[in-house]
């Protein structure tokens, strides 16, 4: 991230401008820019690939949950046409302007808004301007042309735009793609071809739901929590959710757990929202500032530092959301550290093994019993390190320390350890897996 008058000017780094994309001592993921119009075509091909049906341009204009499931009436905003649908439980993720929390009740808590936003892409060739890759840029200062937010895109010559304007005044009917164009190359700095992409109108504010759930309704992403965009906590935040949620959701639908276990979600993922609320405003703030102040936020490990406490993480002890460091060892709540694997040939993380079942990770001391127990449990996979799994960086022992067994959720998060050996590791097991789901 830099700070510039121009884009054709000298840029001042907020963020290091050798941050790195990837960092294989947490992750095998790598970091890329994932804008919304090239995400979700991605996401609904695979949803409808996986039997979804895809109602796009449709609003929720009822929502009644009952004991035994929940009703939903929608219309067509285009056509007027009207549907109604019966579900178990429903998932709304109709972002900061749906109408559903509202419906069922439930307060944002620490509303502000904080300010209004014209959004929009552009497609221009900057190769001879941006010589050096950044994520986002926040140009103007005084007596600048121009002042706004410039953003990389997935697509090649592809640019976002932000601009921020006083809704007293203005509207955002009044931002012409002529006028787009021309706020676009004054953050430039030179005059060259703009095209205007899209367009898109919304509000930068604060706010926390007093509740995740309502009976058998459950807000995630901003639905749920809005913020500033520093960090990118919203995508990244609306992800988790998900990821908290589906698992937790897909258990109870199967019959393998209770009720309570939904709780979970809002006792471990409100907790996390509202840190990051507070994070994010003061960050922008410092951002923002001229000069820049010190930035609160650690990005890194607020995306993956998060920690958990509730009754899904047996004897988590931590008192607070984010620790002092991501590399945080392997203990109930806390995300499974990384690990560079090899599986039968293949070279993998072990977060590549976290999907659709719990699983037992077995240490090569005196995993061999754990991992004969857990072939006995239903709906849990084990993989003995040494032998099933081959710890490349021999970096078990430093981020699992003297576990015997570890049993970590479909999200990847720790939900029981155990050091040693077990007069009888079968029932202790299956005792620490009903612990969890019910």
Not at 61 to 84: C, L, Q, S
Not at 220 to 244: R, T
Request: glycine share 8%; hydrophobic share 45%.
């Amino acid at each position: 991230m830099a700070r510039c008058t121009t884009l054709a000017d000298e840029w001042q780094w907020i963020i290091t401008e050798h941050f790195p994309r990837a960092l294989p001592e947490l992750t095998a993921a790598e970091f890329c820019m994932a804008d919304q119009s090239s995400v979700e075509p991605i996401l609904a091909a695979a949803a409808r690939d996986r039997g979804a049906e895809l109602l796009f341009n449709t609003q929720c204009t009822a929502i009644a949950p009952d004991a035994d499931g929940v009703t939903v009436e929608a219309e067509d905003r285009a056509t007027g046409e009207r549907h109604t649908f019966r579900a178990r439980y429903v998932i709304a993720a109709d972002g900061y302007s749906g109408t559903i929390r509202e419906r069922l009740g439930i307060p944002r808590g620490g509303f502000r808004r904080l300010r209004d936003n014209i959004s929009f892409v552009i497609r221009a060739d900057l190769s001879d301007i941006i010589t050096k890759q950044a994520l986002f840029w926040i140009i103007g200062g005084p007596g600048t042309a121009a002042s706004g937010g410039f953003i990389s895109h997935a697509l090649p010559n592809h640019w976002g735009v932000a601009l921020s304007y006083d809704p007293a005044e203005e509207s955002p009917a009044d931002f012409s793609d002529e006028r787009c164009a021309a706020a676009a190359k004054a953050l430039i700095g030179r005059d060259v071809p703009v095209e205007i992409v899209s367009k898109a109108a919304w509000t930068e504010s604060v706010g926390v739901a007093g509740r995740f759930r309502d009976s058998r309704v459950f807000l995630i992403g901003d639905a749920a929590h809005v913020w500033p965009p520093a960090g990118a906590m919203g995508a990244n935040s609306a992800v988790q959710d998900a990821h908290n949620l589906v698992w937790k959701l897909a258990a109870v639908l199967a019959g393998r757990a209770s009720d309570a276990l939904l709780d979970t979600y809002e006792a471990e993922r409100r907790p996390v929202a509202l840190e990051l609320a507070d994070l994010t405003v003061r960050s922008q703030a410092a951002r923002l500032s001229s000069p820049p102040e010190h930035d609160p936020m650690d990005a890194i490990l607020c995306i993956l530092g998060q920690r958990y406490r509730s009754t899904a993480t047996l004897g988590a002890e931590h008192e607070t959301v984010f620790g002092d460091t991501v590399e945080q060892p392997a203990q109930p709540g806390v995300r499974a550290p990384h690990l560079w694997l090899d599986l039968d040939g293949r070279r993998i993380g072990v977060h590549d093994l976290f999907h659709d079942s719990f699983v037992l990770l077995c240490g090569p001391a005196s995993g061999e019993a754990w991992a004969r127990a857990a072939d006995k449990v239903e709906g849990l996979r084990a993989y003995r390190v040494g032998a099933d799994l081959i710890d490349l960086e021999n970096a078990w022992r430093e981020r699992y320390g003297d576990a015997a067994a570890i049993l970590v959720r479909p999200d990847g998060y720790v939900a029981w350890r155990t050091e040693g050996a077990a007069a009888d590791p079968g029932a202790q097991l299956a005792d620490a897996l009903h612990r969890v789901l019910h």
